[in-house]
């Protein structure tokens, strides 16, 4: 049968525990009596294919397997990547089991059913297989191994023939022997002073290492190193909207939810902190010596773009767009031009316009992509980018790819909150786990693509990188003030050349200065703090970190990607544009703050409707963080991508309505933080003593 199919919705049919998407799929096949192809006659049919649209998790458990007992591969893929956000393993078995069960009986009180039923019980086996090879950690259910026992005392009654409870055993097996290891491995970090010190002596001295005196290539290297191996370990349905949002809580015996993901977030803050570190922690550095520890971060990210590793990138530009390092105009006006275009042209790829399209394309682009495709405006980096682009065809290097994963937690966060997980009636949403399992099956395509790296750790340059004290954001701040004093005039810039000066212009906004879209220093960044990577967020927020050397920072370290969700696959012609907000509703993203010295800058996000006052929001914010407490002893702030007096944040009254009082002026996802009054009292307080502190510097 040749096909040639065009498929079409029909309409929806409705039964008990289901609704299910009718399609029919015409397809062309030659009539099987016409020997001679080229005489035959082109026949074709109309086929009805049924596909679950809703239902009870019973339907959708059965619904692995067919009526004729085929296996729908789609369905079984999605399924299995989704399931955990409205069932746990142990349901799903016991579901599947009963319904092993139930067509036993039925073979043997209806014989004509026998064949059939037959070939849907040897369906279900593959499922459960596939099930155990695809995601064995559903099994490791430590320490009962419930799954496992139940589907072995299963296997050896109704399918005592089939390998299912041989497999059973041996996971079992396998997962003892693990937890043991691991309970050994802890007590290994038990160690004698003396064998430390032998150790010390015994091993060959190396003289630390200076940030400047670092290969640039080497140093993008090993950041690529742990970027790709963090990737590699991501387990993508732990980057699920339904299962990240719970990412705060805690598992037994101290373990994380989704540590995977974490672990990639961590390493994201860690690399956003150190850039804003080396920049400000020497307070005496002239402006042009500052500038070369800029510019050589500048060159690292270009070295991580040409090793297509967009997750370091990303954490390097945040660190560089972070407010207390971009308002040091002096040192940026330092910087040579080719540095300054470099540097505009990095910051665009990760641009919030049109949903991020850019770097959304730019990662569909080079996905699989041998080595990267730069481009550029300045002729001199046209120039280097030609050259590059040579040595790597003559050496024949292959380039793998590490994705910025803040983006695809926003787009699963964004289906999450947007979407319902249940229709009207009660059953379970399958569309919105299809749209979610669309965006699982990007970051597994990227992460093989991941495995094309072979760099080799080098612990002496990650000995400096963990050596290197980072600051908090009140201490980046004053830092950043000391440097150049908030009431200093413009800065007087030396003329490098003619047509140079006339790009120096210099545009203030409050106490930040930039450079306008002529001048040598790149337009204000969209988010004016810093998003730390809690896994992708452009005026990302930061997750609770469990690194000690990640203090609250309000940098644009990781978190969930500012970026609005794709819905899209690569290959939809629908037109990009933000589902998530209409004239009357919108996606927004949200941060709780504890206290003056928390370290949560985790961003979840809510629906905010055009009814929504304060203290709705207030309640909303506090249910999603599991917190409790009268909204009046909180006070809610809009985060402002433009900067300002406040600090970039807008006080919100307490009798406002949310969804007309905020700030829409610059088009991005509004970000909202919730505070203590007391809290923000106090960081009030705070900055009217630094003012008076850096005023008497002055003086």
Not at 124 to 146: A, H, L
Request: proline share 3%.
């Amino acid at each position: 049968m040749t096909l040639d199919d065009v498929t079409r919705f029909w309409r929806e049919e409705k039964e008990k525990g289901a609704i299910y998407n009718v399609y029919l799929k015409k397809v062309t096949y030659h009539t099987l009596s016409d020997l001679d192809q080229s005489k035959g006659h082109l026949m074709w049919e109309t086929q009805k294919i049924r596909v679950v649209k809703a239902g009870t998790l019973e339907k959708l458990v059965e619904s692995l397997v067919t009526v004729k007992g085929e296996l729908d591969s789609t369905y079984v893929n999605v399924f299995l990547a989704t399931y955990r956000t409205f069932a746990t393993p142990l349901q799903v078995l016991e579901i599947l089991i009963k319904r092993y069960k139930w067509l036993e009986k039925d073979s043997t009180d209806h014989e004509e059913r026998k064949e059939n039923n037959e070939n849907q019980q040897k369906t279900f086996k593959s499922v459960i297989s596939v099930w155990m090879d695809t995601y064995p950690d559903d099994f490791r259910d430590y320490p009962d191994y419930k799954c496992l026992k139940v589907l072995e005392a299963f296997s050896h009654q109704f399918i005592p023939d089939s390998d299912l409870e041989l497999r059973a055993r041996h996971k079992i097996e396998k997962f003892e022997r693990e937890a043991v290891s691991n309970s050994d491995g802890d007590i290994k970090f038990q160690f004698s002073i003396v064998d430390e010190v032998d150790s010390m002596i015994d091993s060959e001295y190396q003289k630390p290492l200076e940030f400047l005196d670092i290969p640039n290539n080497r140093l993008a290297e090993q950041l690529t190193f742990k970027d790709a191996e963090l990737f590699k370990r991501v387990i993508p349905n732990h980057c699920l909207g339904a299962v990240w949002a719970r990412r705060d809580r805690k598992l037994g015996k101290g373990g994380n939810i989704a540590p995977s993901v974490l672990a990639t977030i961590d390493q994201f803050n860690r690399v956003s902190l150190r850039v804003i570190a080396t920049i400000l922690r020497t307070r005496e550095l002239k402006s042009s010596l500052r500038a070369k520890i800029l510019q050589k971060w500048i060159d690292i990210a270009q070295e991580l773009r040409q090793q297509k590793n967009f997750s370091s990138l990303k954490a390097i530009i945040s660190g560089l767009q972070s407010h207390s390092v971009y308002r040091l105009k002096r040192t940026w006006a330092s910087l040579p031009k080719e540095s300054i275009d470099l540097f505009q042209e990095l910051a665009d790829i990760f641009s919030n316009d049109n949903n991020q399209i850019l770097s959304r394309e730019l990662l569909m682009k080079e996905a699989t992509a041998k080595f990267p495709d730069l481009d550029s405006n300045n002729k001199i980096l046209q120039r280097r980018n030609l050259q590059k682009r040579r040595s790597w065809i003559e050496n024949g290097i292959v380039q793998g790819t590490v994705p910025y994963l803040g983006t695809f937690l926003t787009d699963l966060t964004m289906i999450d909150t947007a979407i319902p997980d249940r229709t009207e009636c009660g059953l379970i949403n399958f569309e919105k786990r299809r749209k979610e399992f669309e965006v699982l099956a990007q970051i597994k395509l990227l992460q093989s693509a991941a495995q094309i790296y072979h760099f080799q750790e080098d612990k002496h340059i990650w000995a400096w990188f963990d050596s290197v004290r980072v600051f908090d954001e009140n201490e980046c701040h004053d830092l950043s003030c000391i440097i150049e004093p908030i009431k200093e005039g413009p800065a007087r810039l030396k003329k490098k050349s003619a047509s140079y000066s006339s790009l120096l212009k210099v545009v203030n906004f409050g106490d930040n200065c930039c450079f306008d879209s002529l001048g040598t220093r790149p337009a204000r960044p969209e988010g004016s703090k810093l998003s730390l990577l809690s896994c992708g967020l452009d005026n990302s927020s930061v997750y609770n970190s469990s690194i000690t050397d990640s203090p609250s920072q309000g940098v644009s370290l990781m978190s969930h990607s500012s970026s609005t969700s794709s819905l899209l696959s690569c290959d939809s012609d629908t037109t990009i544009s933000s589902p998530f907000r209409s004239p009357d509703t919108c996606v927004v993203r949200v941060r709780f703050e504890s206290g003056p010295e928390s370290d949560t800058h985790v961003y979840k996000s809510i629906m905010l409707k055009n009814i929504d006052h304060t203290h709705t929001v207030i309640d909303k914010v506090l249910e999603k963080y599991s917190k409790k407490g009268p909204a009046g002893n909180y006070c809610l702030l809009q985060v402002l991508s433009d900067g300002g007096k406040e600090e970039g944040e807008l006080l919100i009254p307490d009798k406002g309505n949310v969804f007309y009082a905020m700030n829409k002026s610059d088009g991005s996802e509004p970000v909202f933080v919730v505070r203590t009054r007391q809290d923000q009292e106090a960081r009030t307080q705070h900055r009217k003593r630094g003012r008076r502190k850096l005023k008497n510097w002055s003086l």
